[in-house]
């Protein structure tokens, strides 16, 4: 028997909401001058990613009070667990926010503190659900079926990589404002690289492996492939910042064996792209993709190589990855208008607030009388 409810089934994969709308925000933002009305409209975005922030941890926050039973549920599911990860994430997004787009109508005084503690938050946040769920795969009971095997598995290594999109403008002003605090910073961030760079690679290397020897995974599992595509957009900008930040602290005389670097790892995602909209076209075919807040897998982590195309594109000045730019914050566009509109449906319906009762045992009826 299913059941509404605003805050028991509150899903952990609403974080990623905001995520992809700070995401869009911060590239549009970065685009005016280039494309009309990108300012506002990212200025627009970067306010409602803001609003539905606070719209969301509160009921998130509650429902760890009040229903941690449906909330440890989530916590032995094999998908939900992944997605645990979003708040820090969207806690980072928050951050990029602040510092690319909010620091030109704050005091410069407090743009530090707010990126320092959006910061620290991630990086608790992502390290506890970061060994939660990469021990949780390694110790589970119940082994997963090869049919729900997907990549909401890499969702840890990414939240890590993830960290330092607001990890190096930190960095950046530490330089100036806490020199003390430098190194300490770098490492952190260098750690987090290390951590989300090589468990990924192992933990897509498992799920590559369970897809060349089974089927695709059913039509509303396909958004989860765009995560694959996270890891790389936030490889070439970690890289990239952690190398621009290095020279300004005298580590590195040049940052050009690092954008060469970062163009390689860009490089691959021109096929994971291309893999996505091919799967996506063969689910299409066969009947569609239905909607859920999974469809947001698709969101940030294009947002994420978007980002991580327009540092390549400033630097190489290449005609045709301007181009291919372009065209990607196109259809990332035009993804977030129908999946947002479609989200702002289902919550004026109620079905992303349906779920499952959770039963109670005689001897739990009894103690409650």
């Known amino acids: 028997m299913q059941e509404k409810h605003f805050i028991k089934y509150l899903a952990p994969s609403w974080f990623a909401v905001i995520m992809g709308t700070g ?11 280039c494309l009309p009305f990108a300012e506002k409209c990212g200025l627009l975005l970067a306010v409602i990613a803001l609003v539905l922030y606070f719209l969301v941890l509160v009921p998130w926050t509650l429902r760890w009070i009040f229903y941690y039973a449906y909330v440890l549920r989530d916590l032995h599911n094999p998908i939900a667990v992944n997605f645990f990860v979003t708040m820090p994430v969207a806690t980072v997004i928050v951050g990029t926010n602040i510092y690319f787009i909010w620091s030109n109508y704050l005091e410069p005084s407090v743009v530090y503190p707010l990126c320092l503690l959006t910061y620290g938050i991630a990086l608790v946040g992502v390290t506890l659900f970061t060994f939660y769920t990469t021990f949780r795969i390694m110790r589970v009971e119940n082994l997963p079926k ?20 607001i ?46 020897q089974y089927p695709l995974p059913p039509a509303e599992l396909t958004p989860s492939f765009g995560i694959f595509l996270s890891a790389i957009g936030l490889a070439v900008s970690a890289v990239i ?24 790892i860009w490089g691959f995602g021109i096929w994971i792209v291309g893999l996505i909209l091919l799967i996506c076209f063969y689910q299409l075919k066969k009947g569609g993709i239905p909607f859920s807040l999974g469809w947001w897998a698709f969101i940030f982590p294009l947002a994420a190589y978007v980002l ?37 449906k289902g919550v004026l319906n109620g079905t992303l607030f349906t779920g499952k009762p959770i039963e109670l045992t005689p001897l739990e009826v009894s103690s409650k009388k």
């Open 23 to 33: 995401g869009l925000a911060n590239i549009l933002y970065s685009r005016q001058g």
């Open 146 to 165: 090869p049919e729900t095997m997907n990549f909401s598995w890499i969702m840890a290594p990414i939240a890590n990589m993830a960290v330092l999109l």
């Open 167 to 212: 990890g190096n403008p930190v960095l950046t002003m530490t330089i100036e404002k806490k020199p003390e605090w430098v190194m300490s910073v770098l490492i952190a961030n260098l750690s987090l690289l290390g951590i989300g760079f090589f468990l990924f690679i192992f933990i897509s290397a498992i799920i590559f492996v369970r897809l060349a």
């Open 241 to 264: 910042g952690l190398a621009e930040n290095s020279e300004l602290i005298g580590l590195l005389a040049s940052t050009n064996a690092a954008y060469i670097l970062a163009a390689t």
């Open 308 to 344: 991580a195309s327009q540092k390549i594109e400033a630097y190489f000045l290449s005609p045709w990855v301007s181009s291919y730019t372009v065209f990607l914050t196109v259809l990332l566009t035009g993804l977030w208008i129908y999946t947002f509109g479609n989200t702002v």
